[in-house]
């Protein structure tokens, strides 16, 4: 059993900052590219940031400069540090993990999300 818990959500005015933070816990023998989306009221999913193993990161163009992800693998934790933060920000943000379970299978796995609303 494989979970992954996110944290650090909330509201915050245009501007501000926030760090989401994502742990992953349970069955896991290796943990691979981890990463951050998120899902706006009425639309999909998209791609915020991914980060590998080795800390190579890929962003979305509307974040880029904004959003910094880092990880711990230590802790099999990814963080997701997001500065200047815009109303279009407004959304549920998903954690997602691919990994080798201690079963060595390998699996992706999603977060409960949590949300961000940008508002003044």
């Known amino acids: 059993q494989v979970q992954l818990v996110e944290s650090g959500g909330g509201l915050v005015q245009p501007g501000g900052s926030l760090r989401l933070s994502c742990a992953a816990s349970?069955?896991?023998?290796?943990?691979?590219?981890m990463g951050w989306y998120r899902q706006a009221p009425g639309k999909e999913r998209e791609l915020v940031a991914t980060i590998t193993s080795g800390g190579s990161t890929n962003y979305a163009e509307s974040v880029k400069g904004r959003f910094t992800i880092s990880r711990d693998n230590a802790e099999n934790t990814v963080y997701l540090q997001m500065n200047s933060l815009k109303p279009e920000d407004t959304a549920v943000y998903y954690c997602?993990?691919?990994?080798?379970?201690?079963?060595?299978?390998?699996?992706?796995?999603w977060g409960k999300g949590t949300l961000v609303t940008v508002s003044s």
């Open positions: 997602n993990a691919h990994m080798i379970t201690t079963h060595f299978i390998g699996m992706q796995y």
């Open positions: 349970g069955s896991i023998f290796r943990l691979n590219d």
